[in-house]
């Protein structure tokens, strides 16, 4: 699964979707909800999605496997390889499939009290992001949504 295949490309801006959020959460604290695959299964996907993760070794080289189950009852499997594992200011991974394939930075920035959380999307074709970008982009908001409620239950904002 490693390899310099999986390497991060070079930016290319019509190939690229890029989501942020400000959560009033220190990085390491937004940066825990992901590392931590019973946090990250609550909140992983857009609205009405559930998780099963099969596998989750969060280290460079280290495999993620998830199967996203949809509110109409289809389960959608997923595998990505972590990149970079960076706590608690980067993570990134490159998604393998099988719906496509596309590489995650996410960066975790203090900003005041809290973390400017952005996730930039780099896909394989301008095509793919033409066909799936605006979903992605609903589909993310509705992610840092539903990490922003699991973040309220367990820890308190910064004030």
């Known amino acids: ?8 490309p070079a930016p290319a801006p019509d190939c690229t979707v890029v989501s942020e959020r400000f959560l009033p959460f220190a990085p ?4 825990a909800a992901f590392g931590d695959p019973a946090k990250l299964a ?10 099963t993760i099969q596998e989750f070794n969060l280290r460079p080289g280290g495999a993620w496997r998830i199967t ?12 990505s ?12 991974f490159v998604h ?3 719906m496509h394939r596309y590489w995650m930075t ?7 009290a809290g973390t400017h959380l952005t996730w930039h999307m780099q896909f394989e074709t301008a095509e793919e992001v033409a066909r799936i ?7 993310n908001q509705e992610n840092f949504d539903r990490l922003s409620a699991v973040l309220s239950k367990i820890d308190q904002p910064v004030r």
Request: aromatic content about 12%; proline content about 11%.
């Open 1 to 8: 699964m490693s390899g310099t295949e999986n390497s991060l």
């Open 28 to 31: 390491a604290t937004v940066f």
């Open 42 to 51: 609550c909140w992983w996907g857009p609205a009405g999605f559930t998780n």
């Open 68 to 79: 996203m189950h949809g509110p109409g009852g289809t389960d959608y499997p997923n595998e």
């Open 81 to 92: 390889e972590f990149l970079e594992v960076t706590p608690p200011s980067r993570l990134v």
């Open 96 to 98: 393998l499939g099988p």
């Open 106 to 112: 996410m960066t975790f920035a203090p900003k005041g």
């Open 133 to 139: 970008g605006g979903f992605i982009a609903k589909a």
